[in-house]
């Protein structure tokens, strides 16, 4: 098993950062994509970012220019550096990877239990 540790939530005012911070642990023979979602109450949960093995990276059209995602391929680490915050980006923020265990075995997806975003005044 994989499991996703993430870090760094909290409140932060309009037009402010945050740095979200996830840790992949476990028995984690390979890494795959890892990415970030996010979640608002009463909403479906929706990728904000994703970074590839070969740190190909793409973005939801509401944090382009404002969000950046990240990766240290020798901690297992995947990062989320959030500038120019606004209300609507409040939500919880859930770490997400694809890995393998092993050699043989299929390549699995694995969540974080998430980190509380919010964004208000």
């Known amino acids: 098993q994989v499991q996703l540790v993430e870090s760094g939530g909290g409140l932060v005012q309009p037009g402010g950062s945050l740095r979200l911070a996830c840790a992949a642990s476990?028995?984690?023979?390979?890494?795959?994509?890892m990415a970030w979602y996010r979640q608002a109450p009463g909403k479906q949960r929706d990728l904000v970012a994703i970074i590839s093995s070969i740190d190909s990276t793409n973005y939801a059209d509401s944090v382009k220019g404002r969000f950046t995602i990240s990766k240290d391929n020798a901690k297992n680490t995947v990062n989320l550096q959030m500038s120019g915050l606004i209300p609507e980006d409040t939500a919880v923020y859930y770490c997400y990877a694809t890995a393998r265990t092993g050699d043989t075995m299929p390549i699995t997806s694995y969540w974080g239990q998430g980190t509380q975003v919010t964004v208000s005044s």
């Open positions: 476990g028995s984690i023979f390979r890494i795959y994509n």
